[in-house]
């Protein structure tokens, strides 16, 4: 579903620490370090500062191929001494087979390591969970943009929005907003990043990159960006590989 999803660190290099020791007992490890960004599969973080605030109040779920690795994944971080956000176990809630155990980044995000059996069958981010200051505002948002992202609105209800595409899926609910998320949807049609961008700004949004080439990330990085109804950075991208 995402091409990529990165955040931003209060501590660049504590957060390093904290997703290489939490990711590791899925089988997961770190893919790149540049000048600028780090990254595992489709998650990346960098680092925050006066201009670029840190990412807050962002929820992550992990894909594990097990309950056992669920419960690594928990063990792995309270025993370095990361905070608990919930001891693993089911969560009928969200599913007959769920089964989550949640830790809080050094920043307060909350990871989730989750088996269920609706699982990602590729990636590594599962699902993302957004707060909202108006969600009938990202619900329009979402709507207009989701034919061009790859995107299915799967449920609106008065307190969540749920989207999902391929595989993995993408919440709003209202609360406290998230704040500083950059979401990245890939397409392989030029003519979706534009149709992206014409659709958020027609319905008001901010443009926050017009569609065209950014050879800085690599020859053929063809995307557009915009700016949802909390100010997150949401993008699709022709990789043009």
Known sequence: MFDHLTIRATDRSASERFYDTVLA??????????????????FSLTGADESSPPTRRLHLGFG?????????????GTEAGYADDGRPGPRPQYGG???GGFLLDPDGNSAEAVHHGGLRRSGLVDHVWIRVADLAASTRFYEAI???????????????????????????LQGTPTEHVHLAFATDDDGDVH??????????????????????YHPGYYAAFVLDPDGNNVEVVNHHR
Request: glycine share 14%; hydrophobic share 30%.
């Open 195 to 216: 149709r992206f961008h014409e659709a958020a700004v027609g319905a008001g949004s901010r443009s926050n990159g017009p569609p065209g080439e950014r050879p800085e």
């Open 25 to 42: 007992p899925l089988g997961v490890e770190r893919t790149f370090r540049t000048g600028g960004f780090t990254g595992w599969q489709e």
């Open 64 to 76: 594990a191929s097990s309950r056992d690795l669920v419960d690594e994944f928990w063990r792995a």
């Open 146 to 172: 989701a034919p061009h992202a790859g995107l299915e609105v799967r449920g609106v209800r008065p307190d969540r929005l749920r989207l999902t595409g391929a595989d993995g899926s993408l919440s709003f």
């Open 97 to 99: 087979d769920y089964y």
